[in-house]
């Protein structure tokens, strides 16, 4: 008894010790934006869906993802699953990412905010957009 729970449990740890290396269909690029509205770069994430290139005329709708650095992979492996899966149709994703977040994403200034960074560039932000 103790002999096959020794072994179930090596087969755990050795299972646990291999890396899964998965691979989401498409093709994903990064590009850098300068912005004179912001005057700063941003990189941008690119996903083009796994049909993109064979299919030279077919239009595809475009996601934009904000916190792009952080939301980019997820969304663009849950889109993969659900494409495979019939629940959604391919579409191309750009992951805009943040420099300075709470600048961006506040419409006005409040100095209780300063000790998270400068706030009220919204405005800008969309126009960049």
Known sequence: M?????????????S???????KVRGE????TVTSEILSESREILIHLP?????????TYPVLYLLDGQRNFSHTVGTLDLL???GMAQEMIIVGI??????RDFTPTY????????????????????
């Open 16 to 22: 646990l010790s291999f890396e899964a290396t998965a």
């Open 2 to 14: 103790y002999q096959k729970l020794a072994c179930v449990f090596i087969g755990l740890i050795l």
């Open 50 to 58: 796994n049909n993109y290139s064979r299919y030279k005329d077919t």
């Open 28 to 31: 994903a690029m990064v590009t």
């Open 83 to 85: 494409n495979q899966s």
């Open 110 to 129: 409040d100095e209780s905010y300063n000790e998270w960074g400068i706030s009220g560039g919204a405005d800008n932000f969309l126009d960049f957009l």
């Open 97 to 102: 990412t943040n420099t300075e977040r709470t």
